[in-house]
């Protein structure tokens, strides 16, 4: 990583003493990154010692280590969020707190810019890439302890046994950290599906033909035919601290809590994607104009958020950080689609319901 200029080494510094103090950086150092603080600094006051963290990190080049670290130790901790966004160590896209300001106006969201990155934090380390025998297929939600969605289209070909895709093929990778230059930090947490036999896949509900057609559609999609396929996970990610050695007391990932209230989908109000396009690191789009409408039977709903190929399956949400919809297409009429499209929650949850698999997800 280059080398910090002296805004972005004091925007580190007060980052990590909000988020920290001496115990808990010392442990935190010593079971993610195996360096003794007391090795690393000299006495003095705690203000002093992350003052020097920061210096012999730089000096001995592992200043991005320390931050990948940090983050990891606290998802969401916002100043922290905000540094590695200038470094590229936080979702693309992330805006500044200048146009922050202007997208909470616009909204009228009630969150505060401190309370906005926060959620942003916690929801970065939820969202999973979705893997193949290796090559990235999609993007995946973490809705409970052990259970993502995806697209059913994303994990059709495992469903159905196609092209020799088997359930122990897919991985789902959360944590995969990038930074601008290229350079990866993590590859990430692997996690695999259930191995017995059917037990991997939960529910799942097909796309509709409808939506292979171009505008105007012939009809509408049924509420079986939703597009996502629930997956039960190989371990617990939501219970488990992100980062592969935590320190004791590190707080869990946790998952994505579905609202119970169904979204009105108001014309013209913003909605937030976060994404793996092309299997890259995690993007966010906004829209602060985004909603067009609801299909006929409230199955489907467009929205003008920009997603790229590898956004299938990935979470939408209201202004609030409120789960509204799940990404799935483009218009499939245009090379330059005119609009985007999801899946409504409230029409997965009441095809849930109907299952007796609500309570499959988390609270």
Request: glycine share 10%; net charge negative.
């Amino acid at each position: 990583m280059a080398k910090l200029t002296g805004a972005q080494y004091q925007r580190f510094w007060k980052g990590l003493l909000e988020a920290y103090d001496y115990n808990r950086l010392q442990r935190m150092l010593q079971f993610r990154l195996e360096k003794q603080l007391a090795h690393i600094t000299t006495p003095g006051s705690f203000e002093d010692v992350v003052f020097d963290l920061i210096r012999v990190a730089e000096m001995e080049g592992w200043t991005d280590q320390l931050l990948l670290a940090a983050r990891q130790s606290n998802p969401g901790n916002a100043a922290l969020l905000a540094f590695g966004q200038q470094i590229g160590l936080a979702p693309e896209n992330t805006p500044p707190r200048r146009e922050l300001e202007k997208i909470i106006r616009t909204t009228n969201s009630f969150l505060d810019i401190t309370k906005w990155r926060q959620r942003l934090g916690e929801i970065e380390g939820r969202v999973c890439r979705v893997e193949i025998q290796g090559e990235p297929y999609g993007t995946g939600i973490l809705l409970a302890p052990d259970a993502v969605m995806t697209n059913y289209h994303v994990v059709e070909s495992v469903v159905e046994k196609k092209h020799g895709h088997q359930p122990g093929d897919v991985v789902l990778r959360f944590d995969y950290k990038r930074l601008e230059d290229g350079t990866t930090l993590s590859q990430g947490q692997e996690y695999r599906l259930v191995a017995t036999g059917t037990d991997w896949l939960i529910d799942h509900s097909p796309y509709s033909p409808v939506d292979l057609e171009p505008e105007p559609k012939p009809g509408l999609p049924g509420p079986d035919q939703l597009d996502y396929a629930l997956l039960r996970v190989d371990g617990a990610p939501g219970e488990e601290s992100v980062g592969a050695k935590p320190e004791p007391g590190a707080p869990p990932r946790g998952w994505i809590e579905v609202p119970e209230a169904a979204y009105d989908f108001q014309p013209d109000t913003p909605l937030f994607v976060v994404q793996h396009p092309k299997g890259a690191p995690l993007k966010l789009a906004l829209d602060t104009n985004a909603v067009i409408g609801l299909n006929g039977n409230n199955t489907r709903v467009a929205y003008r958020t920009n997603t790229e190929p590898g956004s299938s399956g990935s979470p939408v949400f209201d202004g609030n950080w409120n789960l509204v919809a799940l990404h799935h297409s483009g218009d499939p009429d245009s090379i330059m689609p005119s609009y985007n499209e999801g899946v409504p929650f409230s029409a997965i949850m009441a095809l849930l319901k109907q299952r007796g698999l609500e309570d499959v997800l988390g609270e």
